[in-house]
Structure formats: C-alpha cells, structure tokens
C-alpha cells in the first residue's frame, strides 16, 4: 500500500501494457534531438557531417584518397568516396539480410567497434548512417566494390527494395549515399551551400591526405559551384588562412603533428596550430577524429596545459618574475588555436559528439604539444619574447580589474532589495549559482516556491526590456530595468563588462512558452551579445525550456513543448485510463511550484538550452543581430523576403 501511495498510481493502471518498445527508426524519428542534438538548421547539416566523417574514417584509415560533396538542385545530397565499399554479403548474425541493410536501418551497428577495421574513426555509437535514414524521405546507397555494382533504396528508414546488383564497376570502387532530409522532421528548412561548402573544406585541413571535391547546383552568390580541397600543410594552412591580413607575434604559427604511436606506443596522433594576435578575440576550433568538438574537452584541456606550463617556464627562464600569474584565460585571449586529435575508441559526450571525455587524450596532448612548444620557444626568441610580453599584460589587466571590481554581491543585493525585484540565493560563492530572468511579478511568484533558495536567485523584469541596438546610449545608460539587471550580475555593460565580476555561474532567461516570450528572450539575447559577448562565450547564458501544455489521463500526467508533440502524444495515448485533460499554460505564472519545479527549475529533470555563437565567419552572427534587431526596418524587410519561403503558416 505504501509504494502505491508513492508512484501516485494504482497498480492495475501500470502493468505490460503500459510498457512501450520503440523500433530503432521509430525512436529515430520521435526523438531526433537525442541522436542529432534536435530539428533545427544545425541538426539538419549534421546529417551531412555524419555521412562524410564514415567517408573521412576510410581515408584517415588509407583506403580512400578523395571524398565528394555534392548538393544538387532539388535539395538532395550526395557524399561519394573511393574507399573499400561498404561491405554487401550477408550478415552472420543475420543472414536474411545484407551488411549494407544492417548498417543503414539498425543502430548500433557499424565497423568501428571492434578496432580491426579501423584504427581511429568519427564514427563510434554505430548510428549515424541509420539515423541520417531514418530522418530522411529518400535515401539510396550505391556501392562498388569488387567490381560489381549494388544499390538499394530506403525511406524514412525502411527499405523500398532488397538490395540488388545493378552492373559491373570495373574501374570503380567506395560507396556513394544520396538522401534528402524529411519535411515531416525538418519542415521547409534546406541545406544551405555555404554551410556544406565550409564543412568540406574544413575536412581537408584536417586531413592533409585527402582531396576533397565539392558541387552544387544552387547558386547562392556566395559559394562555388566546384572546388577541389587539399592542403598539404593541414592546421597550419588553415590557422594561416583564418588569420590573414591580421598582425600576430609570430610570423608563423607554433604548429606541429606528433604521432601517439611513436611517443606512446598507442594508435593515432595530435595535430595543432596557435598563434596570437591583437587585432581580434581569441578562439579555438578542435576536433577528434576529424569531429568538431565545439564544447572541447580533454584534448582540448591537454592542449592549453601544455601551452599554459611551457610559457610559464619560459618565463623563469628569462627572468621575468610576473609570468608566473599567467592563466589559461590569459591565454585565449586573442589566441587563435586549433588542435586536432586521432585516437583509437574516444568517448563522447552524446551522439553530437560535442564534446570528448577520453582521459587518456588530456595526458597524451599535453605531453606531446610541451617539448615542441619548449622548443619552438627557444628556437625562436623574438615570437617568444613578444607572446610572453603580451600575455602578461593581459594578467596584469585582468588583476587589475579584479581588484576594481564594481558591484560586490553585497551591494548589489544591498541596492535591489526593493519590491518585486532581485531575490536572491543564499550562497555566497558564485559557482553552481543560477539567476533566473523571468518576465513580470506572476512568474516571479510562481519561481520563488519552485527554487532552490541556497542556489538559484530570481529576477522579474517589467514587460519587454528595451531593444539596445534600436535605442541611443543615453537610453541605454538610463533604463531602469537594464540598470536593475546590470547590478543584479554585478557587472557593466560594454567596455566596463568583466565577466570575472559575474555574481552567477548561470544566467537562465526563463520567459513563456510562447511569441511574446521568445520576442523577450530575443531582446535578451541581443541586450547580452551585444552589451556583456564573453558572458555568452564562456558558457554562462541559457535557455529554459518551459513546456506549453500538461496532458492528464487518469493517474498519468505529461508536459509537452509544443504543439506538434501535444498532438502526437494526444493520438498515441498517455497510458492511462478515460478521457486526456489538456491545459495549456498562458504564461509562468499560471504553473504551479511544483509544475514550474519539475519542468524547468529542477536540475535534476528540466532541459536547458546553453546559448553560443556559431560564426561560419568573423562576424556573421553580428550582421544577422544588426538585421534583425537594428535600426533599419529595410534590412528586416529584405531578411524577411529572402527567408519566407522557409516559414510555415502558423495558426494563431
């Protein structure tokens, strides 16, 4: 009787029936954002990226010497290569089927397990090729191999046809996969060729053997419609490249490739290039296995230690006494970095692969990056002299602005103890802090019984705050309720900004899961881009994720997103027994605490978004802010002409 008090359910509602199985394409396509990080443009580009890391694995492994790219006019694509061919026999855990067909329709299945078919590869979970079918109305693969032809067709991951020889190849070999990415999954979003065109190229630098080949058929005005790509120098070709025209403190880059099997007697190696420069904000692109790893990790960790300690000995070794106060942030500034690593069964976090956990790469990195970087220091004294010169004036500027701190967490909480303003945590160390920035005193109520009070701090804002690209900076300087948010971080806007001064490990905009609340988030997010960019940068700014409606049936009870998912979730059933109650959430402020707890508040079960700035160039994400946000409504007008055709008709 007691368990049945706790799960809130009688046992006769919860029994074999209610437990769902989900075939691997089913799950595929209700949950994409557990296997591509979401629906979204950058999902959608992902799938591309999935299908040439397969191609780029047959090449870091020698098998393959080009790769092509091709995006055609009706929006299908096309990766083809000259590798072995995926293998087509028959399976021998299942021999009614192909190894093709295992590949491309189960998960968890692929060559990369094991080791002895590749050394190191991008490919490890076994489901990329299986989710990009999965997710796509059309998808054909083409193999050649031992001289034969084979090809077979699927949709949304079914197979249309068994898998069928179509001619001989004498004179061709490797593998060609075609799909197109499902309207069901992505709506009217495209693959854009400036995107799949600076992915391409990225992947040459990385792997200086290969040749990569790109085509399309769609003019954009900004992309060519053929290239070729192959960089003998890798990294440091491409570091050369992203930096041209910008003064740096080396003429060229400390750049270097050390081999894991020569130094460690393990598989694989360590590829990097850095240099410094005053004429832009730091950076670091790496990769592992020829994967961006955006969010970094290990090899990343590695890299920066090894750079961090061979400065600092370099210092003491010429004497000068203030290198020693050196940080790592110190170092990003104005540093552009890239490191790229190949090491054998590396372990991601998620199936994006944002991030790599491999231990092993921090030590190995590190190691491996030191004695050359102890070298190159050495060798070179004049880019020595002017890099450690720099970056300790960077330490004395940012100890500078510790001590000169302008709001302390005292006074800032101090200034706002006023009505329907800043309440705050109890802790007085920022980290695994939070402040939440909700919209009006009704959610602010509704936050204040929802929160942790020893870590997450609330603030109320009144309506929409001002729009900082379209306002004079008087205004600016002016407004209240900015003023309000200012002092609550503790921080100043623009040159005054030091993200050192941040009273909060986390920033959330928590706003209603509707127009008027994205159009809120929005104004907060460009008030942070523009005014307070390093708090983005780091890591500190996020999304909440609210959910619009709370389905009820019986004793079950359910949260949903959005619409789509309410409807879908509505024919499938909850579960539960009689007729689903649906509610929709008007705004924050009708959850209850406990609703708002579960659903947004609670580390341990809400989702949040962390907001980034992805620039295929320097700058892009300050030109599209400038014309979405800015003072020129013939920019929008122009955006909003170029862009409606991917805008489906809302029901409002």
Not at 77 to 98: A, F, L, M, Q, Y
Request: aromatic share 8%; glycine share 10%.
């Amino acid at each position: 009787m007691a368990d049945d008090l706790l799960s809130g359910a009688a046992p006769e509602d919860y029994n074999a029936s209610s437990i769902e199985v989900l075939e691997d394409m089913e799950h595929v396509r209700l949950r994409p954002g557990m296997y591509i990080g979401g629906k979204d443009e950058r999902a959608l580009h992902h799938m591309v990226a999935e299908i040439i890391d397969n191609s780029m694995d047959e090449a870091v492994a020698g098998h393959a010497t080009w790769i092509e790219v091709e995006l055609h006019e009706n929006g299908h694509v096309t990766v083809r290569d000259n590798g072995r061919g995926i293998p087509t026999d028959p399976h021998p855990k299942n021999p009614e089927k192909s190894a093709l067909e295992i590949i491309f329709c189960t998960l968890n299945a692929g060559g990369k397990f094991s080791g002895d078919s590749y050394q190191t590869s991008g490919g490890l979970h076994g489901v990329g090729s299986s989710v990009v079918n999965a997710l796509s109305d059309y998808l054909k693969v083409e193999v050649a191999r031992n001289k034969e032809l084979f090809m077979m067709e699927f949709s949304r991951g079914v197979p249309q046809a068994p898998l069928a020889k179509v001619g001989g190849a004498p004179n061709r070999r490797g593998t060609a996969v075609t799909f197109h990415p499902d309207a069901e999954i992505f709506g009217k979003l495209t693959l854009k060729p400036k995107t799949l065109f600076k992915m391409a190229r990225s992947k040459a630098y990385l792997f200086s053997g290969v040749e990569i080949r790109w085509k399309t058929g769609i003019n954009d005005g900004d992309t060519p419609l053929e290239a070729t790509f192959k960089f003998p120098g890798g990294l440091a070709d491409y570091l050369t490249e992203t930096l041209s025209g910008a003064t740096t403190y080396s003429d060229k880059p400390f750049a270097g490739t050390v081999s894991f099997q020569d130094k460690f007697n393990v598989p694989g190696k360590v590829e990097w290039a850095i240099n410094w420069t005053p004429a832009r904000d730091g950076f670091i692109q790496s990769y592992c296995n020829t994967v961006p790893t955006p969010e970094g990790g290990t090899h990343e960790a590695g890299f920066w230690s090894a750079i961090l300690k061979g400065i600092k000995a370099y210092g003491e070794l010429v004497g000068n006494k203030k290198a020693g106060t050196i940080t790592r942030e110190d170092l990003t500034t104005g540093a552009g970095a890239l490191v790229s690593c190949f090491i054998r069964e590396p372990e991601f976090v998620g199936q994006t692969k944002d991030r790599l956990a491999t231990t092993d790469a921090q030590r190995m990195v590190d190691a491996a990056v030191r004695d050359h970087f102890d070298n190159w220091l050495a060798a070179d004294t004049k880019s020595a002299g002017a890099i450690l010169d720099f970056l300790v004036l960077r330490a004395e500027e940012r100890l500078r602005r510790k001590k000169e701190k302008e709001t302390s967490r005292k006074s800032a909480t101090k200034k706002l103890r006023l009505p329907g303003k800043l309440t705050d945590c109890t802790s007085k160390s920022r980290e695994g802090t939070e402040l939440f920035i909700v919209e009006g005193d009704s959610a602010g109520g509704s936050g204040k019984g929802a929160r942790n009070r020893e870590t997450q701090a609330l603030l109320p804002l009144k309506g929409k705050i001002l729009n900082v690209l379209g306002a004079a900076s008087n205004k600016l300087s002016s407004n209240q309720e900015i003023n309000d948010l200012c002092e609550a971080l503790g921080v100043g806007m623009g040159t005054k900004f030091n993200v050192d001064d941040l009273r909060y490990d986390k920033i959330i905009i928590m706003t209603d899961a509707d127009v008027d609340g994205a159009h809120i988030a929005s104004l907060l997010m460009t008030f942070f881009f523009t005014q307070m960019r390093p708090l983005i940068d780091q890591g500190h700014l996020y999304l909440a994720c609210p959910p619009l409606y709370r389905l009820t049936q019986g004793a079950r009870r359910v949260y949903v997103a959005d619409d789509a998912e309410k409807d879908a979730m509505m024919a499938k059933g909850l579960g539960g027994k009689g007729k689903i109650d649906v509610q929709r959430f008007k705004g924050l402020g009708e959850m209850d605490a406990k609703d708002l707890k579960e659903t947004t508040m609670d580390p341990a079960t809400r989702k949040l978004i962390r907001v980034t700035v992805h620039d295929d160039e320097p700058g892009d994400t300050a030109d599209l802010v400038e014309r979405l946000m800015g003072k020129k409504p013939e920019l929008r007008f122009q955006y909003i002409q170029e862009n409606a055709q991917f805008v489906e008709e809302l029901d409002v």
